[in-house]
């Protein structure tokens, strides 16, 4: 079939998706992204076609949508929106992280929760796929305020969820904080305590190498990629954006791994720092951010460098860009600085943040970039991992669960190259990876039939 044909194929499909599911722009981009890579595969193997399985998981199984009303610290009444979305129990039960930001609507969650489903199944553990949260900020709220908040969320989520239907975690604005608040009043309206939520603390339950297993396992993809290359970390410039749980480990794995990060960034501005953000500067980052909540800008104050007020990091010249923030901060002009300024290697920490247009970019100039769905998936890996160890009742050691999660990194990689391989050798990666995390997915529900 020709290329022509697969693209009409592409936008019929697309038209009905638009239709569908009306406004819904992020969602409508991360559809789009995988089909162009899985219609022509979903042609040369008809018994997806036939069986409408495309269709089918473009369609979430559940969407549970709720009032979350809380009291702030001046007694006034708020009202936020709760989500969950239940993509798919395929494979596993609903696995995905919760995000707390003013942005969120139905369309993000569901890109989040339709990228999760392949994600999760790259990393070969038993894991369906959901993603939820809420439009509340926590940002500039009291300790008490977010609990609040956490509490009512979790009165109305509870009944949805549970250790064998459907598992929530973190992501942007739910960290340990908000993990801890909510597995409290899980605990107390359900009288249990089992594996309902992941990231959680160390003392209940929790794993180690969670809490650094996403940012960890994007610099092990990259590391992957640059190998196939014979390239490696040591004396490498890191551009990476975020400040929050992704970056600050991404920060820590390529230090030890001999590279130099000279940017971090938050939703005002970017650090640039020359001489590298090392151990100790890094150190007090996390203090900053994950204690004193403060701004990225009040780094230069502390360390020195440069503060770019309401811009991304991509202008500064780099080796290995590792954005770590949000979806789709690197647009097509930025994707041509990187390359233009030489960089070779895009590791996607963040989900989607490269937005179509700049992917083209990197595929055209065949550098080594890895899309979200695989490069970050050592954080729900890692999830997965703590699932086990919680039915086990078990903890396994840092260097066990650091060992796994580079196995599955290693894994990913090579299900990527395996299915992403082209004639001419390069590897496209959002290919592999569509392909790698479908086939899974699409066998399970083959067998489970009209599910
Ligand atoms: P955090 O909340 O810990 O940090 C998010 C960082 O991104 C902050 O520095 C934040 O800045 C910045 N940011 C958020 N929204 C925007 C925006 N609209 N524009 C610019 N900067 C922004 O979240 P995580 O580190 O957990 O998540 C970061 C990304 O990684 C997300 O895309 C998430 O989906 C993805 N991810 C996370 C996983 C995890 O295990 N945590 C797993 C897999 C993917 P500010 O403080 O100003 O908001």
Redesign the pocket.
């Known amino acids: 079939m020709s290329n022509n044909v697969y693209q009409q194929l592409v936008d019929d499909f697309m038209a009905r998706v638009k239709a569908k599911n009306p406004g819904e722009a992020e969602f409508h981009q991360a559809v789009q992204e995988v089909v162009e890579s899985l219609i022509p595969y979903v042609e040369e193997n008809p018994q997806y076609k036939h069986a409408k399985v495309l269709e089918r998981m473009t369609e979430p199984e559940r969407v549970i949508l709720f009032r979350v009303p809380w009291m702030d610290d001046k007694g006034e009444i708020q009202i936020n929106k709760g989500y969950r979305i239940e993509m798919s129990s395929a494979i596993g039960p609903y696995k995905g ?1 919760l ?1 707390f ?1 003013p ?1 969120v609507n139905l369309g993000i969650l569901k890109f ?1 929760a339709y990228e999760q489903v392949l994600k999760n199944s790259l990393t070969t553990l038993p894991m369906g796929g959901g993603k939820g949260g809420s439009d509340f900020d926590p ?1 500039g709220k009291s300790d008490n305020e977010v609990m609040r908040f956490c509490q009512s969320f979790m009165t109305e989520l509870q009944r949805h969820i549970g250790p064998n239907t459907d598992v929530p ?7 340990g904080r908000e993990i801890g608040f909510m597995f409290g009043q899980y605990k107390r309206l359900r009288n249990e305590f089992t594996g309902v939520l992941t ?1 959680k603390g160390l003392e209940w339950g929790g794993s180690l190498i969670r809490p650094e ?2 940012g960890y396992g994007n610099v092990y993809f990259a590391q992957e990629m640059l190998k196939t290359r014979g390239l490696d970390f040591a004396g490498k410039i890191v551009a990476i ?8 480990y991404a920060t820590e794995k390529v230090n030890m791994l001999g590279g130099k990060v000279v940017t ?5 501005g970017t650090i640039y720092d020359p001489q590298g953000i090392d151990a100790e500067k890094l150190a007090w980052i996390l203090w900053l ?1 994950n204690v004193k909540r403060g ?2 800008k009040e780094y230069v104050d502390k360390w020195g460098g440069e503060y770019f007020h309401d811009q ?1 990091p991509w202008n500064v010249k780099c080796d290995v860009a590792l954005p ?4 789709n ?1 690197i647009n097509k002009e930025d994707a041509i600085t990187l390359v233009k300024n030489g960089c070779y290697c895009v590791s996607e ?5 490269s937005t179509p247009e700049a992917v083209e970019v990197f595929i055209e100039a065949k550098i080594l970039y890895g899309p ?1 769905k695989a490069a ?5 890996a890692t ?1 997965g991992l703590e699932m086990s160890q919680n039915s086990m009742r078990l903890n396994w050691t840092r260097e066990r669960v650091d060992q796994e999660l580079h196995t599955i990194m290693v894994n990913i990689h090579n299900t990527c190259q395996k299915y992403g391989t082209e004639p001419d050798g390069f590897i496209n990666y959002v290919k592999g990876a569509n392909i790698g995390g479908f086939v899974k997915v699409a066998d399970s529900m083959l067998a489970q039939g009209l599910v």
């Open positions: 992280g995000r930001h942005t989040l940002k975690a973190g992501d942007i604005g739910v960290g990231g297993a996403t954006s975020g400040s929050g749980n992704v970056a600050q971090l960034s938050d939703s005002n951010k701004r990225i991304r770590c923030a949000t979806q901060e920490g963040a989900n989607m943040p979200g970050n998936a050592g954080g729900v999830s």
